[in-house]
């Protein structure tokens, strides 16, 4: 009857079960499918089936490698009735201009491909020519019916007409793909086809001539899946590696291609990369997308945290303690008022403060009634928590170097109620000279901010080398300033804390540990008890093994902004000299007496020891007058004077302990350390030796009288020998004139002693005004600089 | 910095007597410390004196600001106050106005107190009187002076102006630039 009536294959319906039943995708797309050339009889016009035979007669050029990204091709093989079936523009190949209505009213969504390929060449073939020749060729795995279908309508479509244009089927498959990469992208294509179907396939790492074209207009879903593959490749390369490609080949693309997903710039990724592992680095990297949760400090100085709460809840806000670890902390998840505009916040009951901002506030855990420093205090959130610690007693100095900045500091710091706190406005480096003596110091340095990525996502792309390291440069002069800011015999005190909102090494390790050695202090634990600690090594740097008690914070595990902590103990106010390389020993020295050696080591180039050897005098002595005396001494003129220095007033139990310091130290070259003095001397240059010399001999002036002839601590070695220890008898009982006499006398007073003295100075042995370290180096040169006193140089020649 | 010249002084306390009367001696002689008021930049600073000597170090084009800063002198030697000091008046307030809690954003964004937002005024504030501004909660707001008198605040309608605005604490993200 002509109705192909086969009962088995009668399609049920109704609604019963069986109408329900599905048979399987082989039997249900076959519908859609087109078999062999099936759909293509049926479709075809008589003019379409001319130009049909025409074309496959003349295909025998190698149809365009077609082959679309594996995500093209799948969908691209299905025919014009299945694209449609799935609601997807996929021109199949365009019916001709002159006919095929058929086809066209199939394609109802598809109009425009009509005018894409309006050419005559579109024809009844329903599928895109895809390159279906290098499916073929790399067909090694099983592929589903569906592929081999597409397979072979890939083949025939190859056949029917190579000039499709591919690039307007690639530009509908895909939105961002360019067309010009579609065809070195073949084998890439059928590799992540495969990738999709079967996950055995390697990853096979594009070209490098891939990249440019990637940069014109990446397809952030491809890149991102090759990100995922690289990791995954990365994660067990020996297994998973491509053969001859190099794990920095690897590498390098991950870079770019991370770079290229999150819109890094290329330095910053690089330096992620060398900072964080894999795994890490990506959830670094999704962490920073992502801001922070808000947090707030309730002001204990105005309210209690559980009132605020209670307060803030009445009001609609959202929130809870901010953990175990902060006792006025909370955190907001919602909240119905703006949280920054409250009648609570106005009168100054809280801050909004970031978490990790009240660390180093707690790190540096201020006392009452101290005088504290915060020199980089805008916009003024750890400066009032400071005060609301010392319950507004003490004094705060809160100095910040930018005018703008520091409007809002005068405003939180009045809204919050703190009465204890000078403002001003200064460059940080010029601390001590304006003030100096604190207890305590914190230095919130500025910094490259790339740990606070989620608030500012500029810095991806705007931070690179030269901005790193200018920010290392003068966040270890703000540093070394801040050190010397701080008083090492406070009784209560003497700690600094240094903290940036930075996750590069450049800006921290490096900078704490560049502190270390030029400065007398040491690494504390923080009393922080979360936190990652610090990198004692990177890369090539060594760094102090005390760096482990600083504490870094990231975004990814401590949802925090990212952030650098570490706390130094002062344990003397003297300023070791520079050219005497190891570190300083911990010998605290007296209270009283600070000497800064600074400007006398500089001068002098003298070897190591000495230097070390004059540090030791100079320990002992108390005095720089005093060393140099010596110094001169044994350069030019023999120990014997030496001898005539005054019998030390001292009892001899001092004396025979003193010694035992003295010599100590002569085995190593450790920073010279000068007797701490009460007041803080700064001394920059060799212009302000002489002037602090005298002020140095100054106070010790009446009792040293004929000092200078001390003939000990020219150098270690002397120091340790036996006419060493009876000089060291000597200068010891002259030490202890010094101090008493320091303690004694007024500055100005024994300034003028001291030149007095100077001037007096009988002897052939001129005191040289310089530094006692340039006494034991060649004199002539040192000596003639230091002078300015008037002293004669007797040595110089 | 400088201490305060008498004429100054007298200016000043005058200002701040009309809010907190013979109180003000409590700001002067405190149980724990003394303190004392400085000029610097035409603007009235409030400070403790152990604070006093560690700002003397600190030049004067550097100085930005010390302790509390009560107000400023204007061009014409008037004195005025300005909400920093609230802290310092809250206290020691002798008239006090509470207003409701719908009125307080309108009293914060710098308008005056209508009749229809009042809640509680002192006893026998009289006209033009300083009174310190407070919520519902006892939070201080604010200080303005009194338009009517406790008993003319009754009778009024209540569209009327009860309290003219002179400070609120609203200013702090308002005008934070002329705090400095």
Not at chain 1, 665 to 680: E, W
Not at chain 1, 685 to 695: L, Q
Not at chain 2, 74 to 90: E, G, M, P, Q, S
Request: proline share 7%.
């Amino acid at each position: 009857m002509g109705r192909k009536l086969d009962p088995t294959k009668k399609e049920k319906r109704g609604p019963g079960r069986k109408a329900r039943k599905q048979k399987g995708a082989e039997t249900e797309l076959v519908r859609f499918l087109p078999a062999a050339g099936d759909e293509t009889f049926k479709r075809l016009s008589s003019r379409a089936r001319k130009r049909a035979a025409r074309r496959r007669a003349g295909t025998v050029e190698v149809p365009k490698p077609n082959t679309a990204p594996g995500t093209k091709t799948l969908p691209g093989e299905l025919s014009k009735a299945a694209v449609q079936a799935r609601g997807k523009k996929r021109p199949a190949p365009t019916p001709s201009s002159d006919g095929d209505e058929e086809e066209d009213s199939e394609e109802d969504g598809v109009a425009n491909q009509g005018d894409l390929w309006g050419s005559g060449d579109s024809d009844a073939d329903m599928v895109d020519d895809y390159g279906a020749d290098s499916a073929s060729e790399d067909e090694e795995e099983k592929l589903l019916p569906i592929e081999r279908a597409a397979l072979k309508q890939k083949a025939r479509e190859a056949a029917a007409g190579g000039q499709w244009s591919e690039e307007e089927t690639d530009e509908e498959e895909d939105d961002d793909v360019p067309p010009e990469s579609c065809p070195p992208k073949d084998d890439k294509a059928e590799g992540d086809l495969q990738i999709n179907v079967d996950d055995e396939e390697t990853f096979v790492l594009p070209a490098s001539g891939e990249m440019e074209q990637d940069a014109q207009a990446p397809d952030l879903q491809r890149v991102h899946k090759r990100i995922q593959d690289i990791v995954g490749v990365l994660r067990n390369f020996g297994a998973q590696r491509e053969e001859g490609r190099s794990r920095s080949e690897y590498l390098n693309r991950l870079q770019k291609d991370l770079a290229t997903y999150y819109s890094y710039g290329d330095f910053l990724l690089g330096k992620l990369m060398e900072i964080f592992p894999l795994s890490e680095l990506i959830e670094f990297l999704e962490a920073n997308e992502v801001p922070r949760p808000v947090t707030l400090r309730t002001n204990t100085l105005k309210t209690r945290r559980r009132d605020l709460a209670q307060a803030l809840i009445n009001r609609g806000v959202n929130l809870d303690p901010l953990g175990k670890w902060s006792k006025s902390g909370l955190v907001v998840y919602d909240s119905s008022v703006p949280i920054g505009a409250t009648p609570e916040y106005l009168a100054g009951h809280y801050m909004l403060q970031g978490a990790s901002s009240m660390l180093p506030v707690m790190a540096l855990a201020p006392q009452e009634h101290e005088r504290i420093l915060d020199m980089c205090c805008a916009p003024g959130g750890k400066t009032s928590y400071i005060a609301q610690l010392m319950k507004n007693t003490g004094v705060i100095l809160a100095n910040d170097a930018n005018a703008e900045r520091l409007k809002s500091v005068v405003g939180n710091l009045h809204r919050l109620g703190v009465t204890n706190t000078i403002i001003s406005h200064y460059d940080g480096r010029q601390f001590p000279k304006v003030v100096g003596g604190f207890d305590r110091v914190l230095l919130d340095a500025p910094c490259s901010g790339t740990g606070v990525i989620s608030k500012d996502p500029a810095v991806k792309t705007n931070k690179d080398e030269k901005d790193v390291l200018r920010c290392a440069h003068l966040q270890k002069e703000l540093l070394l300033s801040a050190i010397d800011s701080v008083n090492a015999a406070s009784k209560t005190g003497g700690y600094l804390v240094y903290c940036t909102c930075s996750i590069t090494v450049e800006e921290n390790e490096w900078v704490v540990d560049y502190a270390l050695k030029k400065r007398n202090v040491r690494l504390v634990p923080t009393g922080l008890d979360f936190g990652q600690e610090g990198f004692t090594r990177f890369r090539e740097r060594r760094f102090h093994p005390t760096l482990r008690s600083t504490r870094r914070f990231y975004p990814h595990t401590h949802n925090m902004d990212g952030f650098f902590i570490a706390k130094f103990k002062k344990f003397s106010n003297s300023i070791p000299q520079p050219h005497t390389g190891n570190a300083a020993a911990a010998i605290p020295m007296e209270p009283e007496l600070k000497d800064q050696v600074t400007p006398m080591s500089e001068n002098s180039g003298q070897p190591a020891k000495g230097a070390g050897g004059t540090a030791k005098a100079k320990r002992q002595l108390g005095r720089q007058q005093h060393s140099r005396k010596p110094f001169q001494k044994t350069n030019g003129i023999s120990k014997g004077p030496g001898s005539e220095s005054t019998a030390p007033s001292i009892p001899k139990a001092q004396e025979s302990a003193r010694p035992q310091k003295n010599c100590q130290p002569d085995g190593k070259a450790g920073v010279i350390r000068k007797p701490k003095m009460a007041r803080k001397l700064k001394q920059r240059g060799p212009k302000s030796k002489p002037s602090k010399e005298a002020a140095l001999p100054k106070q010790r002036a009446p009792p040293k009288g004929v000092d200078s002839e001390t003939p000990a601590m020219p150098s270690p070695s002397e120091i340790c020998t036996a006419p060493g220890i009876k000089d060291c008898g000597q200068s010891l009982g002259k030490t202890k004139k010094i101090e008493k006499a320091k303690q004694q006398l007024p500055e100005q007073s024994a300034k003028r002693a001291a030149s007095l003295k100077e001037d007096g100075t009988p002897k052939g042995l001129s005191v040289p005004t310089g530094s006692p370290h340039s006494s034991t180096r060649p004199p002539p040169a040192k000596r003639r600089k230091s002078v300015t006193k008037g002293s004669s140089q007797p040595l110089l020649s | 910095m400088r201490p305060l010249t008498e004429e100054e002084t007298r200016v000043m306390f005058e200002k701040i007597a009309k809010y907190i009367g013979e109180n003000l001696q409590l700001l002067v002689d405190r149980p724990d410390g003394t303190y004392c008021f400085r000029l610097h930049n035409d603007r009235v600073y409030y400070v403790s004196e152990m604070i006093l000597k560690l700002a003397a170090n600190i030049s004067g084009d550097k100085l930005v600001s010390l302790g509390t800063c009560f107000g400023k002198f204007t061009k014409t030697h008037k004195f005025r106050l300005h909400v920093t000091a609230l802290d310092y008046l809250a206290p020691y307030a002798k008239y006090k106005v509470w207003i409701k809690p719908g009125a307080e954003q309108s009293f914060l964004y710098g308008n005056h107190v209508l009749k229809s937002g009042l809640g509680r005024i002192t006893e026998n504030t009289s006209q033009y009187q300083g009174v310190v501004v407070y919520s519902m909660a006892d939070i201080p707001l604010g200080f303005g002076v009194a338009a009517k008198s406790t008993q003319d605040c009754r009778k009024v309608d209540p569209m009327a102006i009860v309290v003219f605005h002179q400070a609120d604490i609203g200013e702090y993200v308002r005008h934070e630039e002329t705090l400095t």
